[in-house]
């Protein structure tokens, strides 16, 4: 209880409600669309804390809410076509956290930015289609994602632009997501804890953001439920784009 008492100590009030608003509004995106949570919290975190808390912070909530909703999505996408996936992104997701020790915090938001910038472009160009994935096409997005996953917390922008090309219904696409998702966070959990990320803030951390991440959630499916897929694709290309531009700009004006 002191450990966390000094920790609430040293968090003013206002970083806190920020934190929860960018919480809420990202368990929000990824309930609704299937991704966007750490596309949205990451570069929001990294501007209140070190990269490597940012990015452990995200990867636990995102584990924690994938198991508490697993009945929503699990089993909707079979698990089979997506192991040469899972197990390129596991190699990716240890490669991916060595690089992230080597860089610094505004290499580190540079290239979130950018690589938002990257796939909110590509996803207004691409449209769901009928294409049949092969395993090499779920291979190299796998290893992709886990150098993504591991560096950044973000395995979002290879696997949605897969989903976006080859799954034309969106419980489909929404259910692939999570399912990838949630073994990509446990995949960044223990490259973190191998690279020694996670600290003893990190649970108190967890602790205090997880309220809002299981609102933001509940909001979201049942925003999914009632507006099906009809919206979800305009509002997260233009909201994801629109927070790669502020990242990338930031991290270009502190250079």
């Known amino acids: 209880m002191s450990i966390l008492a000094d920790l609430l100590s040293g968090i003013p009030l206002s970083q806190l409600a920020l934190v929860w608003a960018v919480v809420v509004f990202a368990a929000v995106m990824r309930a609704f669309t299937g991704f966007g949570f750490a596309l949205t919290a990451v570069p929001a975190f990294s501007l209140i804390m070190a990269p490597t808390d940012a990015v452990v912070l995200s990867a636990s909530l995102t584990l924690a809410v994938s198991l508490l909703t697993l009945n929503t999505y699990?089993?909707?996408?079979?698990?089979?076509?997506?192991?040469?996936?899972?197990?390129?992104?596991?190699?990716?997701?240890?490669?991916?956290?060595?690089?992230?020790?080597?860089i610094s915090p505004r290499q580190f938001q540079l290239w979130i930015g950018l690589a938002v910038i990257a796939a909110s472009l590509a996803l207004s160009v691409y449209r769901p289609g009928r294409q049949p994935p092969?395993?090499?096409?779920?291979?190299?997005?796998?290893?992709?994602?886990?150098?993504?996953?591991?560096?950044?917390?973000?395995?979002?922008?290879?696997?949605?632009?897969?989903?976006?090309?080859?799954?034309?219904?969106?419980?489909?696409?929404?259910?692939?997501?999570?399912?990838?998702?949630?073994?990509?966070?446990?995949?960044?959990?223990l490259s973190y804890a191998a690279a020694g990320f996670v600290s003893a803030r990190s649970p108190l951390q967890f602790l205090l953001a997880f309220p809002a991440m299981y609102l933001g959630d509940k909001l979201g499916y049942h925003l999914f439920h009632r507006f099906g897929g009809a919206l979800y694709r305009r509002v997260a290309v233009s909201v994801l784009f629109a927070v790669g531009l502020v990242m990338t700009g930031r991290a270009l004006m502190l250079g």
């Open 134 to 189: 092969g395993s090499w096409l779920g291979g190299a997005t796998g290893a992709v994602s886990g150098l993504l996953n591991g560096a950044f917390a973000i395995p979002g922008p290879p696997v949605i632009i897969y989903a976006m090309a080859t799954e034309p219904e969106p419980a489909r696409s929404r259910a692939l997501l999570m399912t990838f998702f949630l073994f990509a966070a446990v995949m960044a959990l």
């Open 74 to 102: 699990w089993g909707r996408f079979p698990l089979r076509p997506m192991l040469p996936m899972l197990a390129a992104a596991l190699l990716g997701s240890f490669a991916g956290a060595a690089l992230l020790s080597a």
